[in-house]
C-alpha cells in the first residue's frame, strides 16, 4: 500500500512558479512510476508529467513541456513538480499518481493509487 498526500497549491498570477510536492509513504516508494495528473471543472483528468523509479525518465504532456519539471527524492519519499511560466488554463486539481509500470503510462487506469488532490489557480 502507498499513500499520497500533495502539497503545494495555490493561488498564483500568470506568469508565476509554484512547485507542488507529494509526500508516500511505503517502503516500497522508490520502486514505483510516480505521476501528475490535472483535472479542471467539467474536463477529463489529463496526464501532465511522469518519472520512472530510478528518476531516468521523464515525460510531459506538450502544453507543459519546457515549463514544469519533475523530479524525486527516493531518500525522502518525495515527488516534486516545479512549474514555471503558469498561464490560466493551468488552473485545475492536481494529483499525485503511483504505478508499478516500468514506464510511463499515460492513462490514468494504469496507477494504483492517488493522493486527494491539490488546488492550483493561476490568475490573469
Known amino acids: 500500500q502507498v499513500q499520497l498526500v500533495e502539497s503545494g497549491g495555490r493561488l498564483v498570477q500568470a506568469g508565476g512558479s509554484l512547485r507542488l510536492s507529494c509526500a508516500a509513504s511505503g517502503r516500497t516508494f522508490s520502486r514505483y512510476t510516480m505521476a501528475w495528473f490535472r483535472q479542471a471543472p467539467g474536463k477529463e483528468r489529463e496526464f501532465v508529467s511522469g518519472i520512472t523509479w530510478s528518476a531516468g525518465r521523464s515525460y510531459y504532456a506538450d502544453s507543459v513541456k519546457g515549463r514544469f519539471t519533475v523530479s524525486r527524492d527516493n531518500a525522502k519519499n518525495t515527488v516534486y513538480l516545479q512549474m514555471n511560466s503558469l498561464k490560466p488554463e493551468d488552473t485545475a486539481v492536481y494529483y499525485c499518481?503511483?504505478?508499478?509500470?516500468?514506464?510511463?503510462?499515460?492513462?490514468?487506469?494504469?496507477?494504483?493509487?492517488w493522493g486527494q488532490g491539490t488546488q492550483v489557480t493561476v490568475s490573469s
Open positions: 499518481a503511483a504505478g508499478t509500470s516500468a514506464a510511463v503510462p499515460l492513462g490514468r487506469y494504469s496507477y494504483d493509487y
